[in-house]
């Protein structure tokens, strides 16, 4: 069976900081991977999205980037955290477009972000 | 533009009483849709999804959903709730087979208490 991980589960980071969150799935190959945030109040928001190793979308321009240098990994990242940036990040994977019949996205845990 | 709609931010029920959670979409064609659970501090499960055919559909932990093209909804009811059910809820759409994207579009979420 398909797991997902993300790392680490929590974090308390100065602002200006860097920042790196790790996610990677297992029992799958070729997934689509994706970043969602969570800030308190709002619903889930969609920050990046891959199809492939190196294949990037950011779907908010926004002080974070995102990489995928394997198959199966996927970071997010940041080099100078904003207050802004706190928030409850969820790593999650899907196998193939959304739009096809039985496609689903499953979620990690998330990693709580606050920066101060 | 596609967007999700849960009209309730929160709702307190009563043990053992019967749960409708609302949730509205707009999209011109039929959707793909979801509804997930969410434990405080935890990642998204799923508890069901609609692609096509019965309206009715059964998820997990005694949920159960009902697409209604009609008014746009596909609303969330559980018979009878438990106080594990405590926690927030989302609603969420995808494009329709025909569709090609990955993106899954979130509701705000509805947070539900349980009263013993």
């Known amino acids: 069976s398909q797991t997902i991980h993300q790392w680490p589960a929590t974090l308390v980071q100065p602002v200006g900081s860097p920042l790196s969150l790790e996610c990677t799935v297992e029992?799958?190959?070729?997934?689509?991977l994706y970043w969602y945030r969570q800030a308190a109040g709002r619903g889930l928001q969609l920050l990046f999205y891959?199809?492939?190793?190196?294949?990037i979308s950011s779907e908010v321009p926004q002080n974070l980037s995102a990489s995928r240098p394997q198959d199966r990994q996927f970071i997010l990242s940041s080099k100078k955290l904003l207050l802004s940036d706190s928030g409850f990040y969820l790593c999650?994977?899907?196998?193939?477009?959304?739009?096809?019949?039985?496609?689903?996205?499953?979620f990690g845990e998330g990693s709580w972000l606050t920066v101060v | 533009a596609q967007s999700v709609t849960q009209p309730d931010i929160h709702i307190t029920v009563s043990e053992g009483a019967s749960l409708e959670l609302r949730c509205n979409y707009s999209?011109?064609?039929?959707?793909?849709l979801f509804w997930y659970v969410q434990s405080p501090g935890q990642g998204l499960q799923l508890l069901l999804k609609?692609?096509?055919?019965?309206?009715l559909v059964q998820g997990i932990k005694g949920f159960e959903a009902e697409f209604k093209r009609s008014q746009s909804s596909f609303n969330l009811r559980k018979p009878s709730v438990h106080w594990s059910d405590a926690a927030e809820y989302f609603c969420?759409?995808?494009?329709?087979?025909?569709?090609?994207?990955?993106?899954?579009?979130f509701g705000t979420g509805t947070l539900l208490a349980v009263q013993p």
């Open positions: 999650a994977w899907s196998k193939g477009l959304l739009s096809r019949t039985g496609n689903t996205i499953y």
């Open positions: 891959s199809v492939g190793i190196g294949q």
């Open positions: 969420a759409v995808a494009p329709g087979y025909g569709g090609a994207t990955n993106k899954l579009i």
């Open positions: 029992g799958t190959s070729n997934p689509n």
């Open positions: 609609y692609f096509s055919g019965d309206t």
């Open positions: 999209y011109g064609a039929t959707p793909y």
